[in-house]
């Protein structure tokens, strides 16, 4: 009877110890992965990810990874699925909501997008990037006044951020506020004076006013000339 318990302790303490290597190099696995995927090295990343999951299933961190690499590769559809799964583990994990938002507004699933950018303002309202791609989805979508509203959020959150000013510049042209348009293009350039955006849009809105100036000038003086013309013909 003794032997037979001391065999079970020993089947027991092993697999224990098994187990423990196997999480440990699961999340050496993971560390390797994600520094690959911040070197942008997106194939062999993926490959080491993979091995993580397989070791770990649960291994929620190694998953956000593995989805983000889909995100980036534009696999679209299959990223938001493996989000959705990193959620299912932790579902108040701000970031995975975002990116979740940021795949649906690729799909073009804008009510599904809002939903998701809605969680991540609500687990974590400190993060600009969130308003900022919840602006550019309801742009996206036709929203351009919300739109505006969120992109002075994510401004007021982070004012160092010159491509903002940049995107909310684009919104407010389209709602025809002009002048604040080309003050958001300034401001963005006296941050970031070689934004080449900032500086190809501000180009266009003065080329665009000098030649309405132009015509406006034109059109006043063909008036005046021939209201002086027909004045003249009276007498």
Request: a positive charge; proline letters at 0%.
């Amino acid at each position: 009877m003794k032997n037979k318990l001391s065999l079970v302790f020993q089947i027991l303490f092993s697999t224990l110890i098994l187990k423990s290597q196997t999480l440990t190099y699961s999340d050496t696995l993971m560390f390797y992965g994600s520094q690959l995927y911040q070197a942008k090295d997106l194939i062999l990343a993926k490959e080491k990810l993979d091995s993580c999951i397989l070791l770990n299933l649960r291994n929620d961190e190694c998953k956000y990874y593995r989805a983000k690499i889909e995100y980036d590769m534009k696999s679209y559809r299959k990223a938001s699925i493996m989000f959705k799964n990193v959620l299912a583990l932790q579902e108040n994990d701000a970031s995975s909501w975002h990116m979740l938002g940021l795949c649906f507004t690729s799909l073009k699933h804008y009510d599904s997008a809002e939903f998701c950018f809605k969680n991540a303002v609500r687990l974590d309202s400190r993060r600009s990037e969130f308003y900022a791609n919840w602006g550019n989805s309801e742009f996206l979508r036709g929203n351009l006044e919300h739109a505006d509203q969120l992109y002075g959020t994510a401004i007021l959150l982070d004012e160092k951020q010159a491509q903002y000013y940049v995107n909310r510049a684009e919104i407010r042209a389209k709602l025809g506020n002009k002048e604040d348009a080309q003050d958001d293009l300034k401001q963005a350039l006296s941050i970031d004076p070689y934004n080449a955006m900032a500086q190809k849009n501000l180009a266009e809105r003065t080329v665009f006013d000098k030649k309405w100036l132009f015509f406006l000038a034109l059109g006043f003086v063909l008036f005046f000339s021939l209201f002086l013309f027909l004045r003249s013909k009276k007498h």
